[in-house]
């Protein structure tokens, strides 16, 4: 069994550092957090994620797992801390590298660093590995470095960290053996190794793909909407095809991966990342095609009941969620909003957040940004008798309306807002 060192407890770190405590090995968490770190050597976690707080508190109990804010030498180290972007969109690697900063007083010949972190490509041959070099190591010989991205679901992390495939990447061959080892010992999915530039493209590219994709698909509805199309049946039937697999329209891009990871790729190559780029720009133009349409059902002044806040559905996550931008270019706009989001806290967010009741009385359209469970099925005879003009916008096509009372907006029929569109019948 193996010391290991994992700097970084959050929602990936701290379940990785109990992953390994649980396989036998003894763990260090590290983080500047003195909050998380005296509860984590309680016993107790500072985030939420399903089975965790029991297999922390388990390890814990048993010794295999301990915190501190200071690392301490390791047969191993694993850095995961954040990677935000600057407004420019440009990566902010200052937590990568004071992570790497911070263990170099603790390592010695032998060592396998692993980061975890989501990356630029060329970070680790570029900024990380020459940080270790500069204290006389040599990188693949005495330390092996390597990058293994995280590639796990909100909800199911404890699962897929250990039946999911792993990328190994190292500065070097036998770098990417040392750390394939390293993850072996708990890891039931496959475990490929390749070199460190390919696994940080290859992870940036799981979610471009995904973000492209999303891209194709709201550029269609937005040409739906002008030609009186049809969208969603559209992309309904495209699906049929044996190889076409087209994602689904909504309000924008959110979350910490698909709306930060491409920029990664542009901001290495700018002029060849021509699709991604344009990827990004239609996505990001998906709050104000939203608002555009929201002008067309709704009076200026009117009172709008905003429904869902965060960037996907049956989550508490507001980082980067299209829903903020929307609510903010509708305040621009004077119209009156009150806004429900059961999963979201008042702390989250800096406007006042109501309840079902208060957030549709006498409003003239719900818009729904979000697919929350609990808006799947709306109690239709209290927006009959208590919305000004019962009507229901729904960005993310989760909402099923019976009464033909209240009228109904989705990406299927938007076109009948434009008065200059004749269909036929």
């Known amino acids: 069994m193996m010391k290991i060192c994992v700097v970084g407890l959050g929602y990936i770190g701290l379940p990785t550092a109990a992953m390994f405590a649980n396989s036998g090995h003894d763990v260090l ?4 957090n003195e909050k998380a770190v005296n509860l984590l050597n309680q016993g107790k976690i500072h985030i939420e994620e399903v089975g965790l707080e029991e297999l922390v508190k388990k390890v814990v109990e048993s010794g295999k797992l301990k915190a501190s804010t200071t690392p301490e030498e390791a047969d191993a180290f694993i850095i995961a801390v954040p990677t935000p972007i600057y407004p420019d969109h440009t990566a902010n690697l200052d937590y990568v590298k004071s992570a790497t900063e911070s263990i170099l007083p603790f390592l010695k010949k032998g060592n396998v660093v692993i980061v975890e972190s989501t990356i630029p490509p060329r970070t680790i041959d570029d900024f990380v590995a020459p940080i270790i070099q500069a204290e006389g190591w040599n990188v693949g010989e005495e330390i092996f470095l390597a990058h293994c991205p995280e590639r796990v679901l909100p909800g199911r992390i404890l699962i897929e960290l250990v039946e999911n495939t792993r990328i190994v990447g190292g500065i070097n061959e036998i770098s990417a053996k040392k750390a ?3 993850y072996g010992t708990f890891v039931k999915g496959d475990i490929i190794t390749t070199s460190a530039l390919t696994a940080e493209m290859a992870k940036l590219m799981e979610n471009t793909y995904r973000d492209v994709n999303i891209a194709l698909a709201n550029e269609l509805a937005k040409i739906s909407e002008k030609l009186g199309i049809n969208a969603l049946e559209v992309i309904q039937l495209a ?3 044996p190889r076409v697999n087209l994602h689904q329209p909504g309000p924008g891009v959110g979350g910490h991966c698909l709306a930060v990871d491409p920029y990664f790729i542009i901001e290495k190559a700018p002029e060849e990342a021509i699709l991604i780029n344009n990827a990004r720009k239609i996505n990001n133009s998906m709050p104000e095609f939203v608002v555009q349409q929201v002008e067309k059902m709704v009076e200026k002044n009117g009172k ?7 960037y996907k559905g049956n989550i508490d ?10 609510v903010n270019l509708l305040q621009e706009k004077n119209y009156q909003l009150s806004i429900y989001d ?13 309840t079902f009741d208060e957030a549709i009385n006498q409003a003239e359209c719900i818009l729904v940004l979000a697919d929350h469970n609990e808006f799947k099925s709306l109690d239709e005879v209290k927006i009959y008798l208590n919305m000004k003009k019962p009507l229901v916008f729904d960005t993310k096509n989760c909402v099923k309306i019976n009464s033909t009372a209240i009228k ?4 299927d029929n938007l076109y009948e807002l434009n008065q200059n569109i004749t269909t036929l019948v």
């Open 342 to 354: 059961p999963h979201v806290s008042q702390e989250q967010v800096p406007f006042p957040l109501s």
């Open 408 to 411: 109904y907006y989705n990406f």
């Open 29 to 32: 968490g590290v983080d500047i």
């Open 239 to 241: 699906n049929k095809h």
């Open 317 to 326: 996550d507001v980082r980067e969620s299209p829903a903020l931008e929307i």
């Open 180 to 182: 394939a080892q390293v």
């Open 304 to 310: 709008i009941a905003v429904f869902g806040l965060t």
